[in-house]
Nanobody
Framework: QVQLVESGGGLVQAGGSLRLSCAAS????????MSWFRQAPGKVREFVAS????????HYTDSVRGRFTISRDNAKNTVYLEMISLKSEDTAVYYC???????????????????WGQGTQVTVSS
């Protein structure tokens, strides 16, 4: 069992930056692949980025590649999403997710991820 708590969301102007954090708890949380999803108002939740258990491999959706960076610090049991050059279309609730198969980072559907946080709101004003 893994518990996930997101933080770092807020209101930012277009072109600005934010760093989201996801704190994981649980005995084997460092063995899990981690990801970020987001859900904009009136839209389905969509995959944003993922990272393998050791941080060696990452995967991004096309719309954020080059602007967002996912990373992890296993000593702190924390995953980060660094977001730069934010656009109004990045406005959404951002969710952290985990799956126990630590190298399986290419699952872009929600059903591929077993554990979820409660989400943190990111609002980008234009």
């Amino acid at each position: 069992q893994v518990q996930l708590v997101e933080s770092g969301g807020g209101l930012v102007q277009a072109g600005g930056s934010l760093r989201l954090s996801c704190a994981a708890s649980g005995r084997t949380s460092n063995e899990y692949a981690m990801s970020w999803f987001r859900q904009a108002p009136g839209k389905v939740r969509e995959f944003v980025a993922s990272i393998s258990y050791n941080g060696f491999n990452t995967h991004y959706t096309d719309s954020v590649r080059g602007r967002f960076t996912i990373s992890r610090d296993n000593a702190k049991n924390t995953v980060y999403l660094e977001m730069i050059s934010l656009k109004s279309e990045d406005t959404a609730v951002y969710y952290c997710a985990a799956r126990p198969h630590g190298v399986g980072i290419y699952y872009i559907a929600e059903t591929g991820w077993n554990y979820w946080g409660q989400g943190t709101q990111v609002t980008v004003s234009s």
